[in-house]
T-cell receptor, first 115, second 110 residues
Framework: DTAVSQTPKYLVTQMGNDKSIKCEQN?????MYWYKQDSKKFLKIMFS???????INETVPNRFSPKSPDKAHLNLHINSLELGDSAVYFC??????????????FGPGTRLLVL | GDSVTQMEGPVTLSEEAFLTINCTYT??????LFWYVQYPGEGLQLLLK?????DKGSNKGFEATYRKETTSFHLEKGSVQVSDSAVYFC?????????FGTGTSLTVIP
């Protein structure tokens, strides 16, 4: 009974390639997020979408492009991969309850290694 | 701006020891506060949360109280187990933004 799922779980690729990571949530949430976690476990927000509309777009190289075909999906496409892109990428989702109090639910992560 | 500061790790404890991981926050307005736990090789899981001052969140023997006067949300557990070994993240939510601390790695040894 998966809540937030990501594919693939592991991704090993060469520098310069283009790759995509997919995220789906079956929780009926309105908002989805992408985070990058580095080797020191530091979490950095990258993007957030609410009902398919981009609402958070942090300082991220424009090689990273999110796409939300519907509110249950938020995919991340990365062009011209670089060594520094190696990290764990987490998708998350949250509802929009009354009063605006949100809780995030995370996917299992995609471990990207760029060689 | 809004932010979360949590205790630097790593923390190593013996089984059954008392755990405290400190977390303080800076926020305008009235944020919700969270502790997330990340077990090795897994994603972040919500451990507990509190949405207003003096609320106490609790789960699996862990507790944290939302203290507005000290802007803190310290995580405590009376008796840790080896299975509690993980990275713990303090976080706050205001509006659309979530802010995470840098994580505290906990290792519990038998």
């Amino acid at each position: 009974d998966t809540a937030v799922s990501q594919t693939p779980k592991y991704l090993v690729t060469q520098m310069g390639n283009d790759k995509s990571i997919k995220c789906e949530q079956n929780l009926g949430h309105d908002t989805m997020y992408w985070y990058k976690q580095d080797s020191k476990k530091f979490l950095k927000i990258m993007f957030s979408y609410n009902n398919k509309e981009l609402i958070i777009n942090e300082t991220v190289p424009n090689r990273f492009s999110p796409k939300s075909p519907d509110k249950a999906h938020l995919n991340l496409h990365i062009n011209s991969l670089e060594l520094g892109d190696s990290a764990v990428y987490f998708c998350a989702s949250s509802p929009t309850p009354s009063g605006g109090r949100k809780t995030q639910y995370f996917g299992p992560g995609t471990r990207l290694l760029v060689l | 701006g809004d932010s979360v500061t949590q205790m630097e790790g790593p923390v190593t404890l013996s089984e059954e020891a008392f755990l405290t991981i400190n977390c303080t926050y800076t926020a305008t307005g009235y944020p919700s506060l969270f502790w997330y736990v990340q077990y090795p090789g897994e994603g972040l899981q919500l451990l507990l949360k509190a949405t207003k001052a003096d609320d106490k969140g609790s789960n699996k023997g862990f507790e944290a109280t939302y203290r507005k006067e000290t802007t803190s949300f310290h995580l405590e557990k009376g008796s840790v187990q080896v299975s509690d070994s993980a990275v713990y993240f303090c976080a706050l939510n205001t509006g659309n933004q979530f802010y995470f601390g840098t994580g505290t790695s906990l290792t519990v040894i038998p």
